[in-house]
């Protein structure tokens, strides 16, 4: 009887004992064991076997990426305060034993670790801020992610970690020094504006002046044509005229007449001219004998200076 009593105390003992001997590590996740208080091995995910009692899982890696959100304050070279709102995305180096070993045993726990990793960060952008000015900082945004990635990576390497991306998600300022940027930003904007405005009126008026310039240039050159062919118009007419009197005058004398009639009939067929198309102005001729005759004088007297 004490024999099957014994019996039934050793069977779950060992039942206990076979079962502790497998442990499951979930997927992304690393074990690390350890046996009196010393390092021993990994886990990795699956179903694992360890020695009941004595190999204990002294903490699980997870191999995932992680984020932290961040809020901090940075003054600049020229003394103004700069908040940022920020988040951190990194995660475990790579899955080799001996970088598992530091991210177990570097921190004391994930806390330890987490406060270290956001000091740091914090100390490496306020480093870079103040070498800066307030207004050059929201212009080098990329740039100091890019400063904070290339200073920290090797000491988060040193603890078994890899910064993937840090995001600067907010910038701002006090709010005087944003009021006072709104202006600035106001009275540049005005400015811009009225040399915009200036450019636009100066290019009007240059245009017009040149238009302006273009038409009177061709009015005066046609102006000029224009007076040029009047000339020559002139001119044939009364070349045509001095030809059809020479040829009058030269059949007149092969006839014996007198060449003052060529003149007579001019004198006539202006009045004639005048008469029709007057067109209701008054004009004064002498029509007596005597102012007849002066005038043929004058005519003649026209005509032999121009044969001379």
């Not at 003992?13 to 992304?28: D, M």
């Not at 009196?36 to 903490?59: A, D, Q, T």
């Not at 899955?95 to 045993?105: D, G, L, R």
């Not at 040029?228 to 040829?247: D, N, P, S, Y």
């Amino acid at each position: 009887m004490n024999e099957i009593n014994g019996y039934l105390i050793i069977i779950p003992i060992v039942l206990l004992l076979i079962v502790g001997s497998f442990v499951t590590v979930q997927q992304g996740t690393i074990s690390v064991v350890t046996m009196f208080g010393k390092y021993r091995r990994i886990l990795h995910p699956g179903l694992n076997f360890r020695i009941p009692l004595f190999e204990k899982i002294f903490s699980k890696v997870s191999i995932q990426n992680r984020a932290i959100e961040m809020e901090f304050q940075a003054i600049t070279q020229d003394q103004a305060n700069v908040y940022f709102k920020a988040m951190l995305v990194y995660s475990v180096l790579d899955a080799n034993e001996e970088t598992i070993k530091n991210v177990a045993f570097k921190f004391m726990d994930q806390r330890s670790f987490s406060q270290a990793l956001i000091r740091t960060i914090e100390g490496s952008v306020r480093g870079f801020v103040a070498t800066k000015k307030q207004a050059e900082i929201l212009l080098l945004r990329r740039e100091i992610v890019d400063d904070v990635k290339e200073s920290l990576d090797m000491t988060l390497e040193t603890w078994g970690f890899h910064l993937i991306d840090l995001q600067l998600n907010d910038i701002t300022f006090d709010a005087e020094i944003t009021t006072s940027m709104a202006k600035v930003v106001a009275s540049n904007n005005l400015k811009a504006a009225a040399e915009n405005e200036g450019q636009a009126l100066l290019i009007t008026k240059t245009k017009a002046a040149e238009a302006e310039g273009n038409a009177i240039k061709i009015a005066a050159q046609a102006e000029k044509e224009a007076a040029q062919l009047k000339g020559q118009g002139i001119a044939l007419f009364r070349e045509e005229v001095a030809k059809g009197m020479t040829e009058a005058a030269d059949k007149m004398k092969e006839a014996n007449l007198d060449t003052s009639l060529i003149l007579f009939s001019m004198w006539t067929e202006s009045i004639k001219e005048f008469a029709e198309k007057g067109k209701g102005n008054v004009i004064f001729l002498d029509g007596s004998t005597e102012g007849m005759d002066r005038t043929m004088k004058q005519m003649m007297a026209n005509d032999m200076i121009q044969k001379k």
